[in-house]
């Protein structure tokens, strides 16, 4: 599957803005997909930032993010969503959307996603 995500870009968010992005993919096979959000941040390790499974029923967030961040999916477009909300400048990253074939678990890991979007400059201005 080839993910193309959007909605960052040059523009800087205040802290405690927000914004949205969107990863679209290819193909008729979305929904059989687990898809995820990672990011990573200059010198930084890429990190793990949300999941969601097939169908939607469970979803997953990194500890950093929980409470702030949504993650879903709306299968009819082949598109999955990252909703940020109170930003704060340690957000300020690279963020990749990307699609995991995994069949009983919904993975946390890099390692496990197999398709990833170009990445898309998310910054937040302190």
């Known amino acids: 599957v080839q993910l193309q995500a959007s909605g960052g870009g040059l523009v800087q968010v205040p802290t405690g803005g927000s914004l949205s992005l969107s990863c679209t993919a290819s193909?008729?096979?979305?929904?059989?997909?687990?898809m995820g959000w990672f990011r990573q941040a200059p010198g930084k390790e890429r990190e793990f930032v949300a999941a969601i499974s097939r169908s939607a029923s469970a979803s997953y967030y990194s500890n950093s993010v929980k409470g702030r961040f949504t993650i879903s999916r709306d299968d009819d477009e082949n598109t999955v969503y990252l909703q940020m909300n109170s930003l704060k400048p340690e957000d300020t990253a690279v963020y990749y959307c990307?699609?995991?074939?995994?069949?009983?678990?919904?993975?946390?890991?890099?390692?496990?996603?197999?398709?990833w979007g170009q990445g898309t400059q998310v910054t937040v201005s302190s």
């Open positions: 990307a699609a995991s074939a995994a069949r009983t678990v919904v993975p946390t890991r890099s390692a496990d996603f197999g398709s």
């Open positions: 193909g008729r096979t979305f929904s059989t997909y687990v």
